[in-house]
């Protein structure tokens, strides 16, 4: 089964991409074509001028490398975090520091100021 997404820009991480389709297959992008290209058994999605783009995301994680931000909030802590997901191909990550003290949560913010 072929699915296509069509209306939408689609990111490649170098450029956007107008009037294309991205086909699905398998649960791996099989091609970007033209719009008019699209196979007429595709189940087709319009993502209405939505935007498409490569990305995991990790929506919650305490610590990596043996630093624990939820317990140490430190700017260390996140620059670990940040180098192993990169690494191992997260593009973005939301550091939890779960229930805590106050001082902790406080520490958390500044650290992620910094």
């Known amino acids: 089964m072929i699915t296509a997404f069509i209306n939408a820009t689609i990111f490649t991480g170098e450029e956007e991409l107008k009037g294309k389709a991205l086909l699905i297959e398998d649960d791996k ?3 970007i074509i033209e719009q008019s290209d699209v196979p007429s058994n595709a189940i087709i999605l319009d993502l209405q001028d939505h935007y498409v783009a490569p990305c995991l995301l990790d929506l919650q ?3 990596t490398g043996g630093k624990l931000f939820c317990g140490i909030p430190t700017v260390n802590a996140l620059e670990q975090m940040e180098n ?3 690494a ?5 990550f939301f550091a939890t520091i779960a229930t805590n003290s106050p001082q902790v949560v406080e520490q958390a913010s500044e650290s992620a100021k910094a």
Do not use: F, S
């Open 88 to 92: 191992q191909g997260c593009t973005g």
């Open 29 to 31: 992008i099989k091609a």
């Open 84 to 86: 192993d997901l990169l």
């Open 61 to 63: 994680i305490y610590g």
